[in-house]
């Protein structure tokens, strides 16, 4: 089966989503099942991961009650605090659920650049894996020094790296990512995302073309096997004019240069990662 392995859904609220700004009008009404099901059925995908996009439990309730409702959810990414004491009981709480399989908290926002280090979040983390839960990455590309030291303290953890690290599009792969995405693919138990390419790009000029260097890169440092294609839909509206052309983008790129690799990256490296059923 093929997998979208990362996009989000929402009931709109400026509220709760105060990321969404005014100059994101494309994002600010709601985004359901209903909206998702019509594009991957075009596109042949069978099923999809949905992840968190506010840091909410009651968000990740939510997700949860759409995967009772709509069989092409395989899956659920939440928020817990992982920074709180009674992580592990929270942890606990969703074991009734074998949809919910895994965390993310959105460090890219978060003020202190070295988030991933503090003592109070590595031990949430830590406690994941233990209860067979799997964590994404979401970070900025000049975030993946840390990473790399993050990546040493939780040896175990099974991680995925969201948008390929989000390094910056225009002018090609910079030193610093390439270094660093190549490090952090050293570490096994580390996969990676093939998702949230075209909003790092100039969101009104960019080139399928454009993106190929890093993806020529992520194969040859994770191989097929630890990648996984993600539309990062609805989100990708602000540079793509349709879902469509998001996942085409990876998907071309696939049948030019690596036609062997398109099983794995359209799903089976998805459905081994988050052990979908």
Known sequence: MRIDAHQHFWEYDPVAYPWISEAMPKLRKDHLPTD???L??????GGCVAVQARQSPEETDFLLHLTQQYAFIKGVVGWIDLQAPDVAQTLGHYQSNPLLKGIRHIVQDEPD???LLRPDFLRGVQKLGQQGYTYDI????RHLPVVLKFLDACPDQPFVLDHLGKPTIEGGPSPLWKD??????AHPNVYCKLSGLVTEADWNNWQREDFYPFLDIAMEAFGPERLMIGSDWPVCLLAADSYHETV??????LQQYAPEAQPAILGATATQFYQLN
């Open 248 to 253: 085409n983008v990876v998907q071309m790129y």
């Open 36 to 38: 998702l099901s019509p």
């Open 113 to 115: 650049d070295e988030f």
């Open 40 to 45: 991957l059925k075009e596109e042949g995908i």
């Open 180 to 185: 660093h995405i190549r490090s952090i693919a």
């Open 138 to 141: 979401l970070v900025f590309e």
